[in-house]
DNA sequence: AAAAACAAACGTAAATATGACGTTTGTAAA
DNA sequence: TTTACAAACGTCATATTTACGTTTGTTTTT
């Protein structure tokens, strides 16, 4: 006899950062923990976004914030809720029977699927008690549950979004060159950008402020330094949508 | 004492129907129905999304299909699944506290929210058993529980992909004039387009074919039929996606 | 101190797209 | 026939894009 389900809901964190130094996007993943029956904890050899259940009484943007700086320290970053997850067999593993009075029940788990933009530096991954690890979006390492499908998922909305809104400066620093720039649109979308083009497109953004400052400690010319304006793009945007049908 | 809390979860779908005779994009409603503990149905004066738990063995896609299809009749209409709703606090209704041996237990439902794309003219309201009835998203009347921001945010989502991916002939009959495009489009970003350049715009798309035939029955001239070919855009966008950062 | 290396930054010309309009055309109804 | 009127076509100035070539400003090497 089949057991009968208890429904779950959890939010699962895909956690993106782009390494401004290998120019590189990626994803904050953890090695996978199996809890038996009896709590004890097996190391498998595969890994796994950061997820928890919600608490009774957290909305889902928190449970995704709390798991957030459980896993990296941060707060305040860029997330977005861009799916849920919910096949009933999309489980599972042995942590999902519970048992009442003898009694087996299947965990149907709910994920709500959150992903987020930061700074691969700005993590400090030793410091995590979750074995995390940065992987390259482009080179994966073996995923547990549905977890690759979740993360692919993330991938194809940040690609779209970032052609339509400027989070990709949730990507940079604060003060950040053009070239950087041009380096996380190459490394989302996968291509090729004109260098001299992309700069002048850019330039030209009124939201795009160059400062008074210059790289320093590079070993050729130092570049400018620019800064993206949130009140000057807002104010562009307030009312009317980019048409371009 | 606060009563336990029981998790469950729900679709609601948001059903957009563009009505091409009076221009306007509708939102389908029913009246709100209200069961108390004794089952009783008492009916609310206002209006709610349609919606229904996910059953045992349903994914929730499934869910949304069924409860398109109920509603409508209607099966392979165009569906997104936009953002799920699951604060603590998002209820209620008497409905929604369950009693299980003399002891109170409220639930939380949270709600996995779809929208579907179709034409009004394709639902037959007074067959449906629920009352249902077409609103213009511009002018929706009372909502119960959080739908009338359920129904803002598939909006809002609405608009934004209106404008980077071809889905707005989901909203028309497969063949249509340019005119009736350029009403789609003015109704769901509420804009005023330039008839003659949108009109270049759209013919000048490989993916918009002219049909040897014209509208009939109507008392002026008639106007030249287009067809929205898929498979030609899916060839034009099947690697590069459209860079204009 | 001069030269080399090299990314940063600037420049240009042709092609294409856009925005803001005016004009013609084809059909049904008067 | 004529009229009414949306459908459909046309034009021109400006802005944007594409595809390149060239110069500039540092740091490092000679």
């Not at 074995?131 to 390259?136: C, E, H, R, S, Y």
């Not at 720039?181 to 992309?198: A, K, P, T």
């Amino acid at each position: 006899m089949e057991p009968e389900k208890i429904l779950n809901i959890s939010v699962d964190c895909v956690v993106f950062g782009f390494d401004i130094n290998t120019k590189s996007l990626n994803v904050l993943l953890i090695k996978r923990f199996l809890a038996t029956q009896d709590k004890e904890e097996i190391l498998v050899d595969d890994y796994v976004l950061t997820g928890y259940h919600v608490y009774k009484e957290e909305t889902l943007d928190e449970t995704a914030t709390r798991v957030l700086k459980e896993l990296t320290g941060l707060t305040n970053q860029y997330k977005k809720q861009f799916k849920a997850f919910g096949d009933p067999d999309r489980l599972m593993n042995p942590k999902d029977i519970i048992w009442i009075k003898n009694e087996a029940f299947h965990l149907r788990t709910t994920t709500i699927a959150y992903y987020f933009l930061l700074k691969t530096e700005d993590v400090d991954v030793n410091n995590s008690k979750k074995q995390a690890k940065w992987f390259p979006v482009s080179n994966l390492p073996e995923l547990g549950f549905d977890h690759k499908k979740i993360i692919l998922e993330a991938y194809e909305d940040l690609k779209i979004k970032c052609l339509s809104e400027p989070i990709i400066f949730k990507l940079l620093p604060d003060k950040f060159t053009i070239n950087e720039v041009q380096d996380v649109y190459q490394s989302i979308l996968g291509i090729e950008i004109d260098n001299r083009n992309f700069r002048r497109k850019l330039i030209n953004k009124k939201y795009i402020i160059a400062l008074d400052e210059k790289q320093v400690g590079v070993s050729k010319k130092p570049a400018q330094l620019y800064m993206f304006s949130k009140d000057i793009y807002d104010k562009m945007f307030s009312k009317n949508y980019l048409i371009s049908i």
